[in-house]
């Protein structure tokens, strides 16, 4: 399949192409035909700006023209961020045991999550002031919203969506790739209908079809980061801002010193 031509040229293997079930012989009927690839898109780079080498980074958000961060490891950070200069304007630490993970806004809130113990902490908007907390099963990796519903990844392969109000769950979507379950969906970004979502330790972000988990397109980011990281397997792609005014797609990674807007280049 082309996808595993496609990892095999970044490098990075990935364990959802190889450790597919071979398809089952099909004595008697015809097997259902494999969905068709979708479509690549390559990127150029519009803008470069300084990240703070410092973030772990796990959520993105663009706000009123600054960014919106939430960083890992201990301790874990919300922060907001200008564009221009990376410089750090606010910034809010998680209580020390807990390891940041996405972050998404609704109305004049935030909300992020933590990787394990599904605990999810809501913060004011405009100063980051805490503002409270929720709860969710299962882990938390990447928070995005469309219009009516938080959607939440957690390494699985599937998308689960809440009530933005309640904060319960309302309902899950499995992610499929030509049919295949992709997992290690991390950081989201709702664009334009779609949802963006890095796949964890690749240059890849996926674009996903909510209604149906569908996986419309494959981004393909290799070789955006000039500089050499210091941890490989830690700091990887991860971060993905649109700003809808502007029509910018903002992307970093993980401990990466740059921030980048690209545009998408279908792959001919
Ligand atoms: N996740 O963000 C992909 C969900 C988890 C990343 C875990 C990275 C571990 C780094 C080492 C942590 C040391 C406290
Ligand atoms: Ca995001």
Do not use: C, M
Request: aromatic fraction near 10%.
């Amino acid at each position: 399949p082309a996808l595993i031509g496609l990892v095999v040229l970044a490098g990075a293997p990935l364990a959802w192409s190889q450790s597919a079930p071979a398809p089952a012989p099909a004595p008697t009927v015809q097997a259902a035909p494999q969905p068709p690839a979708p479509p690549i898109y390559d990127y150029e780079i519009v803008n470069t700006y300084p990240h703070d080498p410092a973030a772990f980074t796990q959520g993105l958000i663009y706000r009123d023209g600054v960014l919106i961060e939430s960083t890992g490891r201990h301790p874990s950070s919300v922060r907001r961020v200008r564009l221009e200069d990376g410089v750090v304007l606010e910034k809010k630490e998680l209580p020390v045991e807990h390891f940041g993970e996405g972050l998404t806004d609704w109305g004049d809130r935030v909300l992020t999550l933590t990787w394990q113990g599904g605990q999810g902490f809501i913060w004011d908007a405009d100063d980051l002031d805490p503002a409270g907390t929720w709860t969710y099963e299962g882990e938390g990796w990447g928070l995005t919203r469309d219009a009516t519903r938080i959607i939440l990844s957690d390494g699985s392969p599937s998308l689960r969506f809440f009530d933005p109000e309640t904060l319960t769950q309302t309902g899950v979507v499995p992610v499929t790739y030509r049919g295949r379950p992709v997992p290690k969906l991390n950081e989201l970004e709702f664009i334009d209908g779609e949802v963006f979502a890095n796949v964890w330790q690749t240059n890849f972000i996926l674009r996903i079809d909510p209604a149906t988990g569908v996986v419309k397109g494959i981004i393909d980011l290799t070789g955006l980061l000039p500089d050499p990281v210091a941890n490989p397997n830690d700091d990887v792609l991860n971060g993905i801002a649109w700003d809808p005014a502007g029509r910018r797609l903002f992307v970093t990674g993980k401990n990466w010193p740059r921030l980048f807007e690209i545009r998408l280049v279908p792959r001919p």
